[in-house]
Every structure is written in structure tokens, then in C-alpha cells.
């Protein structure tokens, strides 16, 4: 985690390249071992070696290349090496924009695809917080998706178990960008995403200083009357009681489309559970976030689940299923 002092001071050198390509202009070198890891893309016209930074890396360029990545990874090198030649031969023509960090490849990006440039994004809405709030989350791979989280709106919903308020930026690549309420238990670093459909800005027909201004103005709304009418949310949340955790558990992982294997693993913790209160039954769901084998859209949408039961109060549910009655 960083500071919003150490995020800004170091922007230029963390920020991945962009670099504008012709497809053809790439020559696939494999890796002497014959594996994916270690090869990587030469630019012939200036003769630069870009390695994948992973697998996710070598899936996307073999994506926009018009080939099946995990396909790919399975054959021989020399196979995958005339495949990969051929499809680049086959699209020579095609231009993009690729995103480097540390000569590895990260990403590769359609001419036409909106690609709101992070370091602007940071500069602008990170003027909202103080020096010493926190980064929690900071991820490039897509374009930018960043929670930050302050000490200036939080609330102890019991002594000692503090949850500070935030904002999640997602500026995703070929997407409208979102602003939405964060929230963040620090005894467990839980992160918390409430959503709502005033979320997404729209771009078309917007100049890029007008998209990041209206950002900056939805987080700073947020900051001041949603964030903190949330976390009293979450904190009256510690007097409503569940009749039924388990099947609490399982319909909230049903309306927020929680993989199988993660609503069992929760289901069986819950027999740990010394509080019914939907507080302690959301803190338990969220922290599966932190599991190990836990991948990043499941951890999206275990964010996002317990910041909208925060949102919604839990919902009107029946007492028996557990079932949202405002579906």
C-alpha cells in the first residue's frame, strides 16, 4: 500500500508506457526453455525486447492478435512460435497502442479503444484526499483501477474496529470510467464497493479535461453525503440480526453471482460465526477477498456484494429463505 504522497511522487516511474504499434512490426522470440515464461515480443524497427509480464500478458496479446492464448501455451515452442508468426503476418497492417512497465508487455489496446491516460486520472482526483490517506488498491494491467481510503470520513462501528471511508476509481480501458463508494475495515483490510447507477460517466462528446473533472466532482460528492451516510449504515447493521446465516449467506453469493466453491467455503465458516448480526455475516463474506485462490473478478464481486448490502441495509428480505423482497 502507498500513501497519496507517495502515489503522487511517483506517478512518472510506476505508470506503465504507451506506445503506439503496428502489429507487424513485432517478431514472437521464445523463451530458451520452451515455456511461456521468459519470452516475449521484438520490435524490429527500433529493436526492442518486450518479455510478458505473465500469463494474463501473453493472453492478451494473443487476443488481439486473433489467437486462443491458452491454446497457445500448450504446443511446442517452435509450433506456438509459427502460429504466433503467422497471425502477426495475417494482421501486419493492424495499429494499436501497447502498455509496457519495466520492458514488459502488459496489455495491448485496439488505435480506436478511449484509454484515459492513469497519471491524469491520479493527478486530478487525488487532490480530494490528504497526503498521508491511503492507496489500497493500485492496479495498470487494464488502465487504472484505484480504492483510496481516508482517515477524515470513518466511523468505530465497535471500539477498536474502525472502517474508513474511500472512493474506487475504475478507469478501464475501452469503458465508460466509474466512481463509486469505498469502504474499508482495517482489522482485516476488507474492501467494500457500493455501487449505484450514477457510477459511470458518459465520454462521447466530452474532452478528456471535462471527463476528469466530472470525476473529481462525483467522488467529491460521494466523499461528503454517501460515504458517511454508509458507514452509519454499517454501523446500525451490528443490531440486525439474521435468523438463518447460512441461507443469508446463500442468497446474497446467488444475487451477486459468487462462484459455487466460494458461497461453500464461506457456508462452512459460518459455523464459526459467535454473532448472528448481518454485520458479522457480511465481515465473514468479505473476507474470503483475502483467501488464497480467491481470483480478481470473484474479489470484485465480494466487494461489491458487501457494499451494497451496506448500501441497501441488507435489503427487505423474507425471515425464513432469506429471499430479497425488492426483487
Known amino acids: 500500500m502507498l500513501t497519496v504522497k507517495e502515489l503522487k511522487d511517483s506517478i512518472d516511474r510506476i505508470t506503465p508506457k504507451y506506445l503506439p504499434v503496428t502489429i507487424g512490426d513485432f517478431e514472437y522470440v521464445p523463451s530458451i526453455s520452451g515455456q511461456t515464461d521468459g519470452d516475449g515480443l521484438l520490435r524490429k524497427s527500433t529493436g526492442e525486447f518486450f518479455g510478458f509480464a505473465d500469463e494474463m500478458a501473453f ?3 494473443s ?14 515452442s517452435d509450433m ?27 496489455n495491448v ?31 495498470f494491467r487494464t488502465g487504472l483501477v484505484m480504492n483510496i481510503r481516508t482517515s477524515s470520513v470513518s466511523t468505530d462501528v465497535k471500539p477498536g474496529d474502525i472502517t474508513q471511508g474511500g472512493i474506487r476509481f475504475d478507469a478501464t480501458h475501452g469503458k465508460s470510467p466509474e466512481v463509486s463508494a469505498y469502504m474499508e475495515r482495517l482489522v482485516c483490510s476488507n474492501g467494500m464497493v457500493a455501487t449505484s447507477d450514477l457510477d459511470k460517466l458518459p465520454v462521447r462528446g466530452y474532452t478528456l ?32 440480526r439474521s435468523t438463518n446465516p447460512e441461507q443469508l449467506i446463500h442468497r446474497l453469493s446467488k444475487e451477486n453471482d459468487l462462484s459455487p466453491k466460494i458461497e461453500t467455503r464461506i457456508i462452512e465458516a459460518a459455523a464459526s460465526l459467535t454473532d448472528s448480526s448481518y454485520y458479522d455475516v457480511i465481515n465473514l463474506i468479505t473476507s474470503f477477498q483475502n483467501a488464497e485462490g480467491i481470483d480478481s473478478k470473484q474479489i470484485n464481486k465480494l466487494q461489491v456484494l458487501g457494499g451494497n448490502a451496506i448500501r441497501d441495509m441488507g435489503g427487505h428480505r423474507c425471515t425464513n429463505c432469506q429471499h430479497n423482497l425488492d426483487i
Do not use: C
Not at 63 to 76: D, M, S
Open 59 to 61: 493472453a492478451n496479446f
Open 63 to 76: 487476443t488481439f492478435i486473433g489467437a486462443p492464448g491458452k491454446f497457445l501455451q500448450k504446443l511446442h
Open 80 to 106: 506456438r512460435k509459427s502460429v504466433i508468426d503467422y497471425m502477426i503476418q495475417k494482421s501486419h497492417e493492424v495499429e494499436g497502442t501497447i502498455t509496457v512497465q519495466s520492458n514488459e508487455l502488459l
Open 109 to 139: 489496446f485496439k488505435a480506436d479503444q478511449l484509454l484515459l491516460p492513469p497519471d491524469k486520472v491520479v493527478t486530478t482526483v487525488s487532490s480530494l484526499f490528504s497526503d498521508d490517506d491511503v492507496v489500497s488498491q493500485l492496479d
Open 209 to 240: 479535461t471535462e471527463v476528469l473533472n466530472s470525476m473529481q466532482s462525483i467522488a467529491d460528492h460521494y466523499l461528503r453525503l454517501t460515504v458517511p451516510r454508509f458507514l452509519d449504515n454499517w454501523k446500525k447493521l451490528t443490531d440486525v
